[in-house]
T-cell receptor, first 116, second 114 residues
Framework: GAVVSQHPSRVICKSGTSVKIECRSL??????MFWYRQFPKQSLMLMAT?????????EQGVEKDKFLINHASLTLSTLTVTSAHPEDSSFYIC????????????FGPGTRLTVL | AQSVTQLGSHVSVSEGALVLLRCNYS??????LFWYVQYPNQGLQLLLK??????LVKGINGFEAEFKKSETSFHLTKPSAHMSDAAEYFC????????????FGEGTQLTVNP
C-alpha cells in the first residue's frame, strides 16, 4: 500500500516549451501533496505544498507563475513547468500524505527533466 | 525554524561492518524525525521515523535509529552492512505534525565495499 506514481519518468524538451508532470496516489486519497526538486548530488528542496481543491503554497524563491501546480483531485496533482529553460533541468519528486496513514509522506519515483 | 545536519557526505564501510550515519537536528519544538533512502534515479523510500513514542526506532532492512534529545541527534545504524545498502541516505525533520513539510539534510552517500 501507499504507492505514489509519477509520469513521465523522464522527459527531454526544447527551451521555451512547457512540460507537465503528473503525481498520483494509487491506493489512497492524498489530502496533501508536496513537490520537490533535486539537483545532482544535492538534497531535496521543497517547492510547494498543494491541498486538494485549494491553491498551492509556494516556498520562498519559487516562482508560482513558472511552476504551476494543480491538485485537481484526492489522487492527482500536476506540476507544469512553463517556458522551460536549461536551468530548470532537474529531478522533480512528489510526495503525498493522508491523515489515515499516520501522516507519513510517501514519495513518487521522480521525473528527470532535461531542457535543451 | 528547523534544520538538519548530516555529518559526512560520504561514508564507506566493508560488507558485514557496522553502518553509522550521523544526523543532528535543530528545532524549537519537539520534532518528528525521519530517515529516507534513495537509490539512483529513484524517489525516496522511508526507512523509519520517530514520532515521540519509543526513542529507539526500528525500521526496514535491519536499520534502526535512536532519538537522543540531550544530543539533538538521530543517528542511523545497522549492525552488518550489505552490498544492497549502498545508496544515498537522507535525514529529515518536520514539526507540528509528522506529515508537515519536511526539511532534509544534505544526504550521505553510503558505499559498501566487498
Amino acid at each position: 500500500g501507499a504507492v505514489v506514481s509519477q509520469h513521465p519518468s523522464r522527459v527531454i524538451c526544447k527551451s521555451g516549451t512547457s512540460v507537465k508532470i503528473e503525481c498520483r496516489s494509487l491506493d489512497f486519497q492524498a489530502t496533501t501533496m508536496f513537490w520537490y526538486r533535486q539537483f545532482p548530488k544535492q538534497s531535496l528542496m521543497l517547492m510547494a505544498t498543494s491541498n486538494e481543491g485549494s491553491k498551492a503554497t509556494y516556498e520562498q524563491g519559487v516562482e508560482k507563475d513558472k511552476f504551476l501546480i494543480n491538485h485537481a483531485s484526492l489522487t492527482l496533482s500536476t506540476l507544469t513547468v512553463t517556458s522551460a529553460h536549461p536551468e530548470d533541468s532537474s529531478f522533480y519528486i512528489c510526495s503525498a500524505i493522508t491523515r489515515g496513514r499516520g501522516d507519513t509522506q510517501y514519495f513518487g519515483p521522480g521525473t528527470r527533466l532535461t531542457v535543451l | 525554524a528547523q534544520s538538519v545536519t548530516q555529518l559526512g557526505s560520504h561514508v564507506s564501510v566493508s560488507e558485514g561492518a557496522l553502518v553509522l550515519l550521523r544526523c543532528n537536528y535543530s528545532s524549537s519544538v519537539p520534532p518528528y524525525l525521519f530517515w529516507y533512502v534513495q537509490y539512483p534515479n529513484q524517489g525516496l523510500q522511508l526507512l523509519l521515523k520517530y514520532t515521540s513514542a519509543a526513542t529507539l526506532v526500528k525500521g526496514i532492512n535491519g536499520f534502526e535509529a535512536e532519538f537522543k534529545k540531550s544530543e539533538t541527534s538521530f543517528h542511523l545504524t545497522k549492525p552488518s552492512a550489505h552490498m544492497s545498502d549502498a545508496a544515498e541516505y537522507f535525514c529529515a525533520v518536520s514539526i507540528g505534525t509528522s506529515g508537515s513539510r519536511l526539511t532534509f539534510g544534505e544526504g550521505t552517500q553510503l558505499t559498501v565495499n566487498p
